[in-house]
């Protein structure tokens, strides 16, 4: 049984850090591309960062450039978001997603949720003004 579970979310005031964590099961953890999105009420999916499977590359939505940080640690089976200078935009329901793929072809685009096999509950994240 595959899951992906996150924390580290909560409430905090802008200008503050929170480091979420994915812990990953059921799964062979270092063959995964590794995802977080965020979601508000009444909107898509928002990509945030997308981290390969080995860490070679991480790809960061311009939104979050030089405030966020992607990484992963497959000995641990975890994945981690770390998000600095939180504003309150950045307010959502934050998921981690996976991705069953260790090769990249030249159309894959890793912004794309539909690109993501599994998917965690979420974990809020409020910043407040």
């Known amino acids: 049984q595959v899951q992906l579970v996150e924390s580290g979310g909560g409430l905090v005031q802008a200008g503050d850090s929170l480091r979420l964590s994915c812990a990953a099961s059921?799964?062979?953890?270092?063959?995964?591309?590794m995802g977080w999105f965020r979601q508000t009420p009444g909107n898509e999916h928002e990509f945030v960062v997308s981290?390969?499977?080995?860490?070679?590359?991480?790809y960061y939505a311009d939104s979050v450039k030089g405030r966020f940080t992607g990484s992963r640690d497959n000995a641990k089976n975890t994945a981690y978001l770390q998000m600095n200078n939180l504003k309150p935009e950045d307010t959502a329901v934050y998921y981690c997603a996976a991705d069953r793929r260790t090769s990249y072809s030249g159309t894959y685009d890793a912004t794309d949720k539909n690109e993501y096999n599994y998917w965690g509950q979420g974990t809020q994240v409020t910043v407040l003004s």
């Open positions: 981290i390969a499977w080995n860490g070679g590359w991480v």
């Open positions: 059921g799964l062979t953890f270092s063959s995964l591309t």
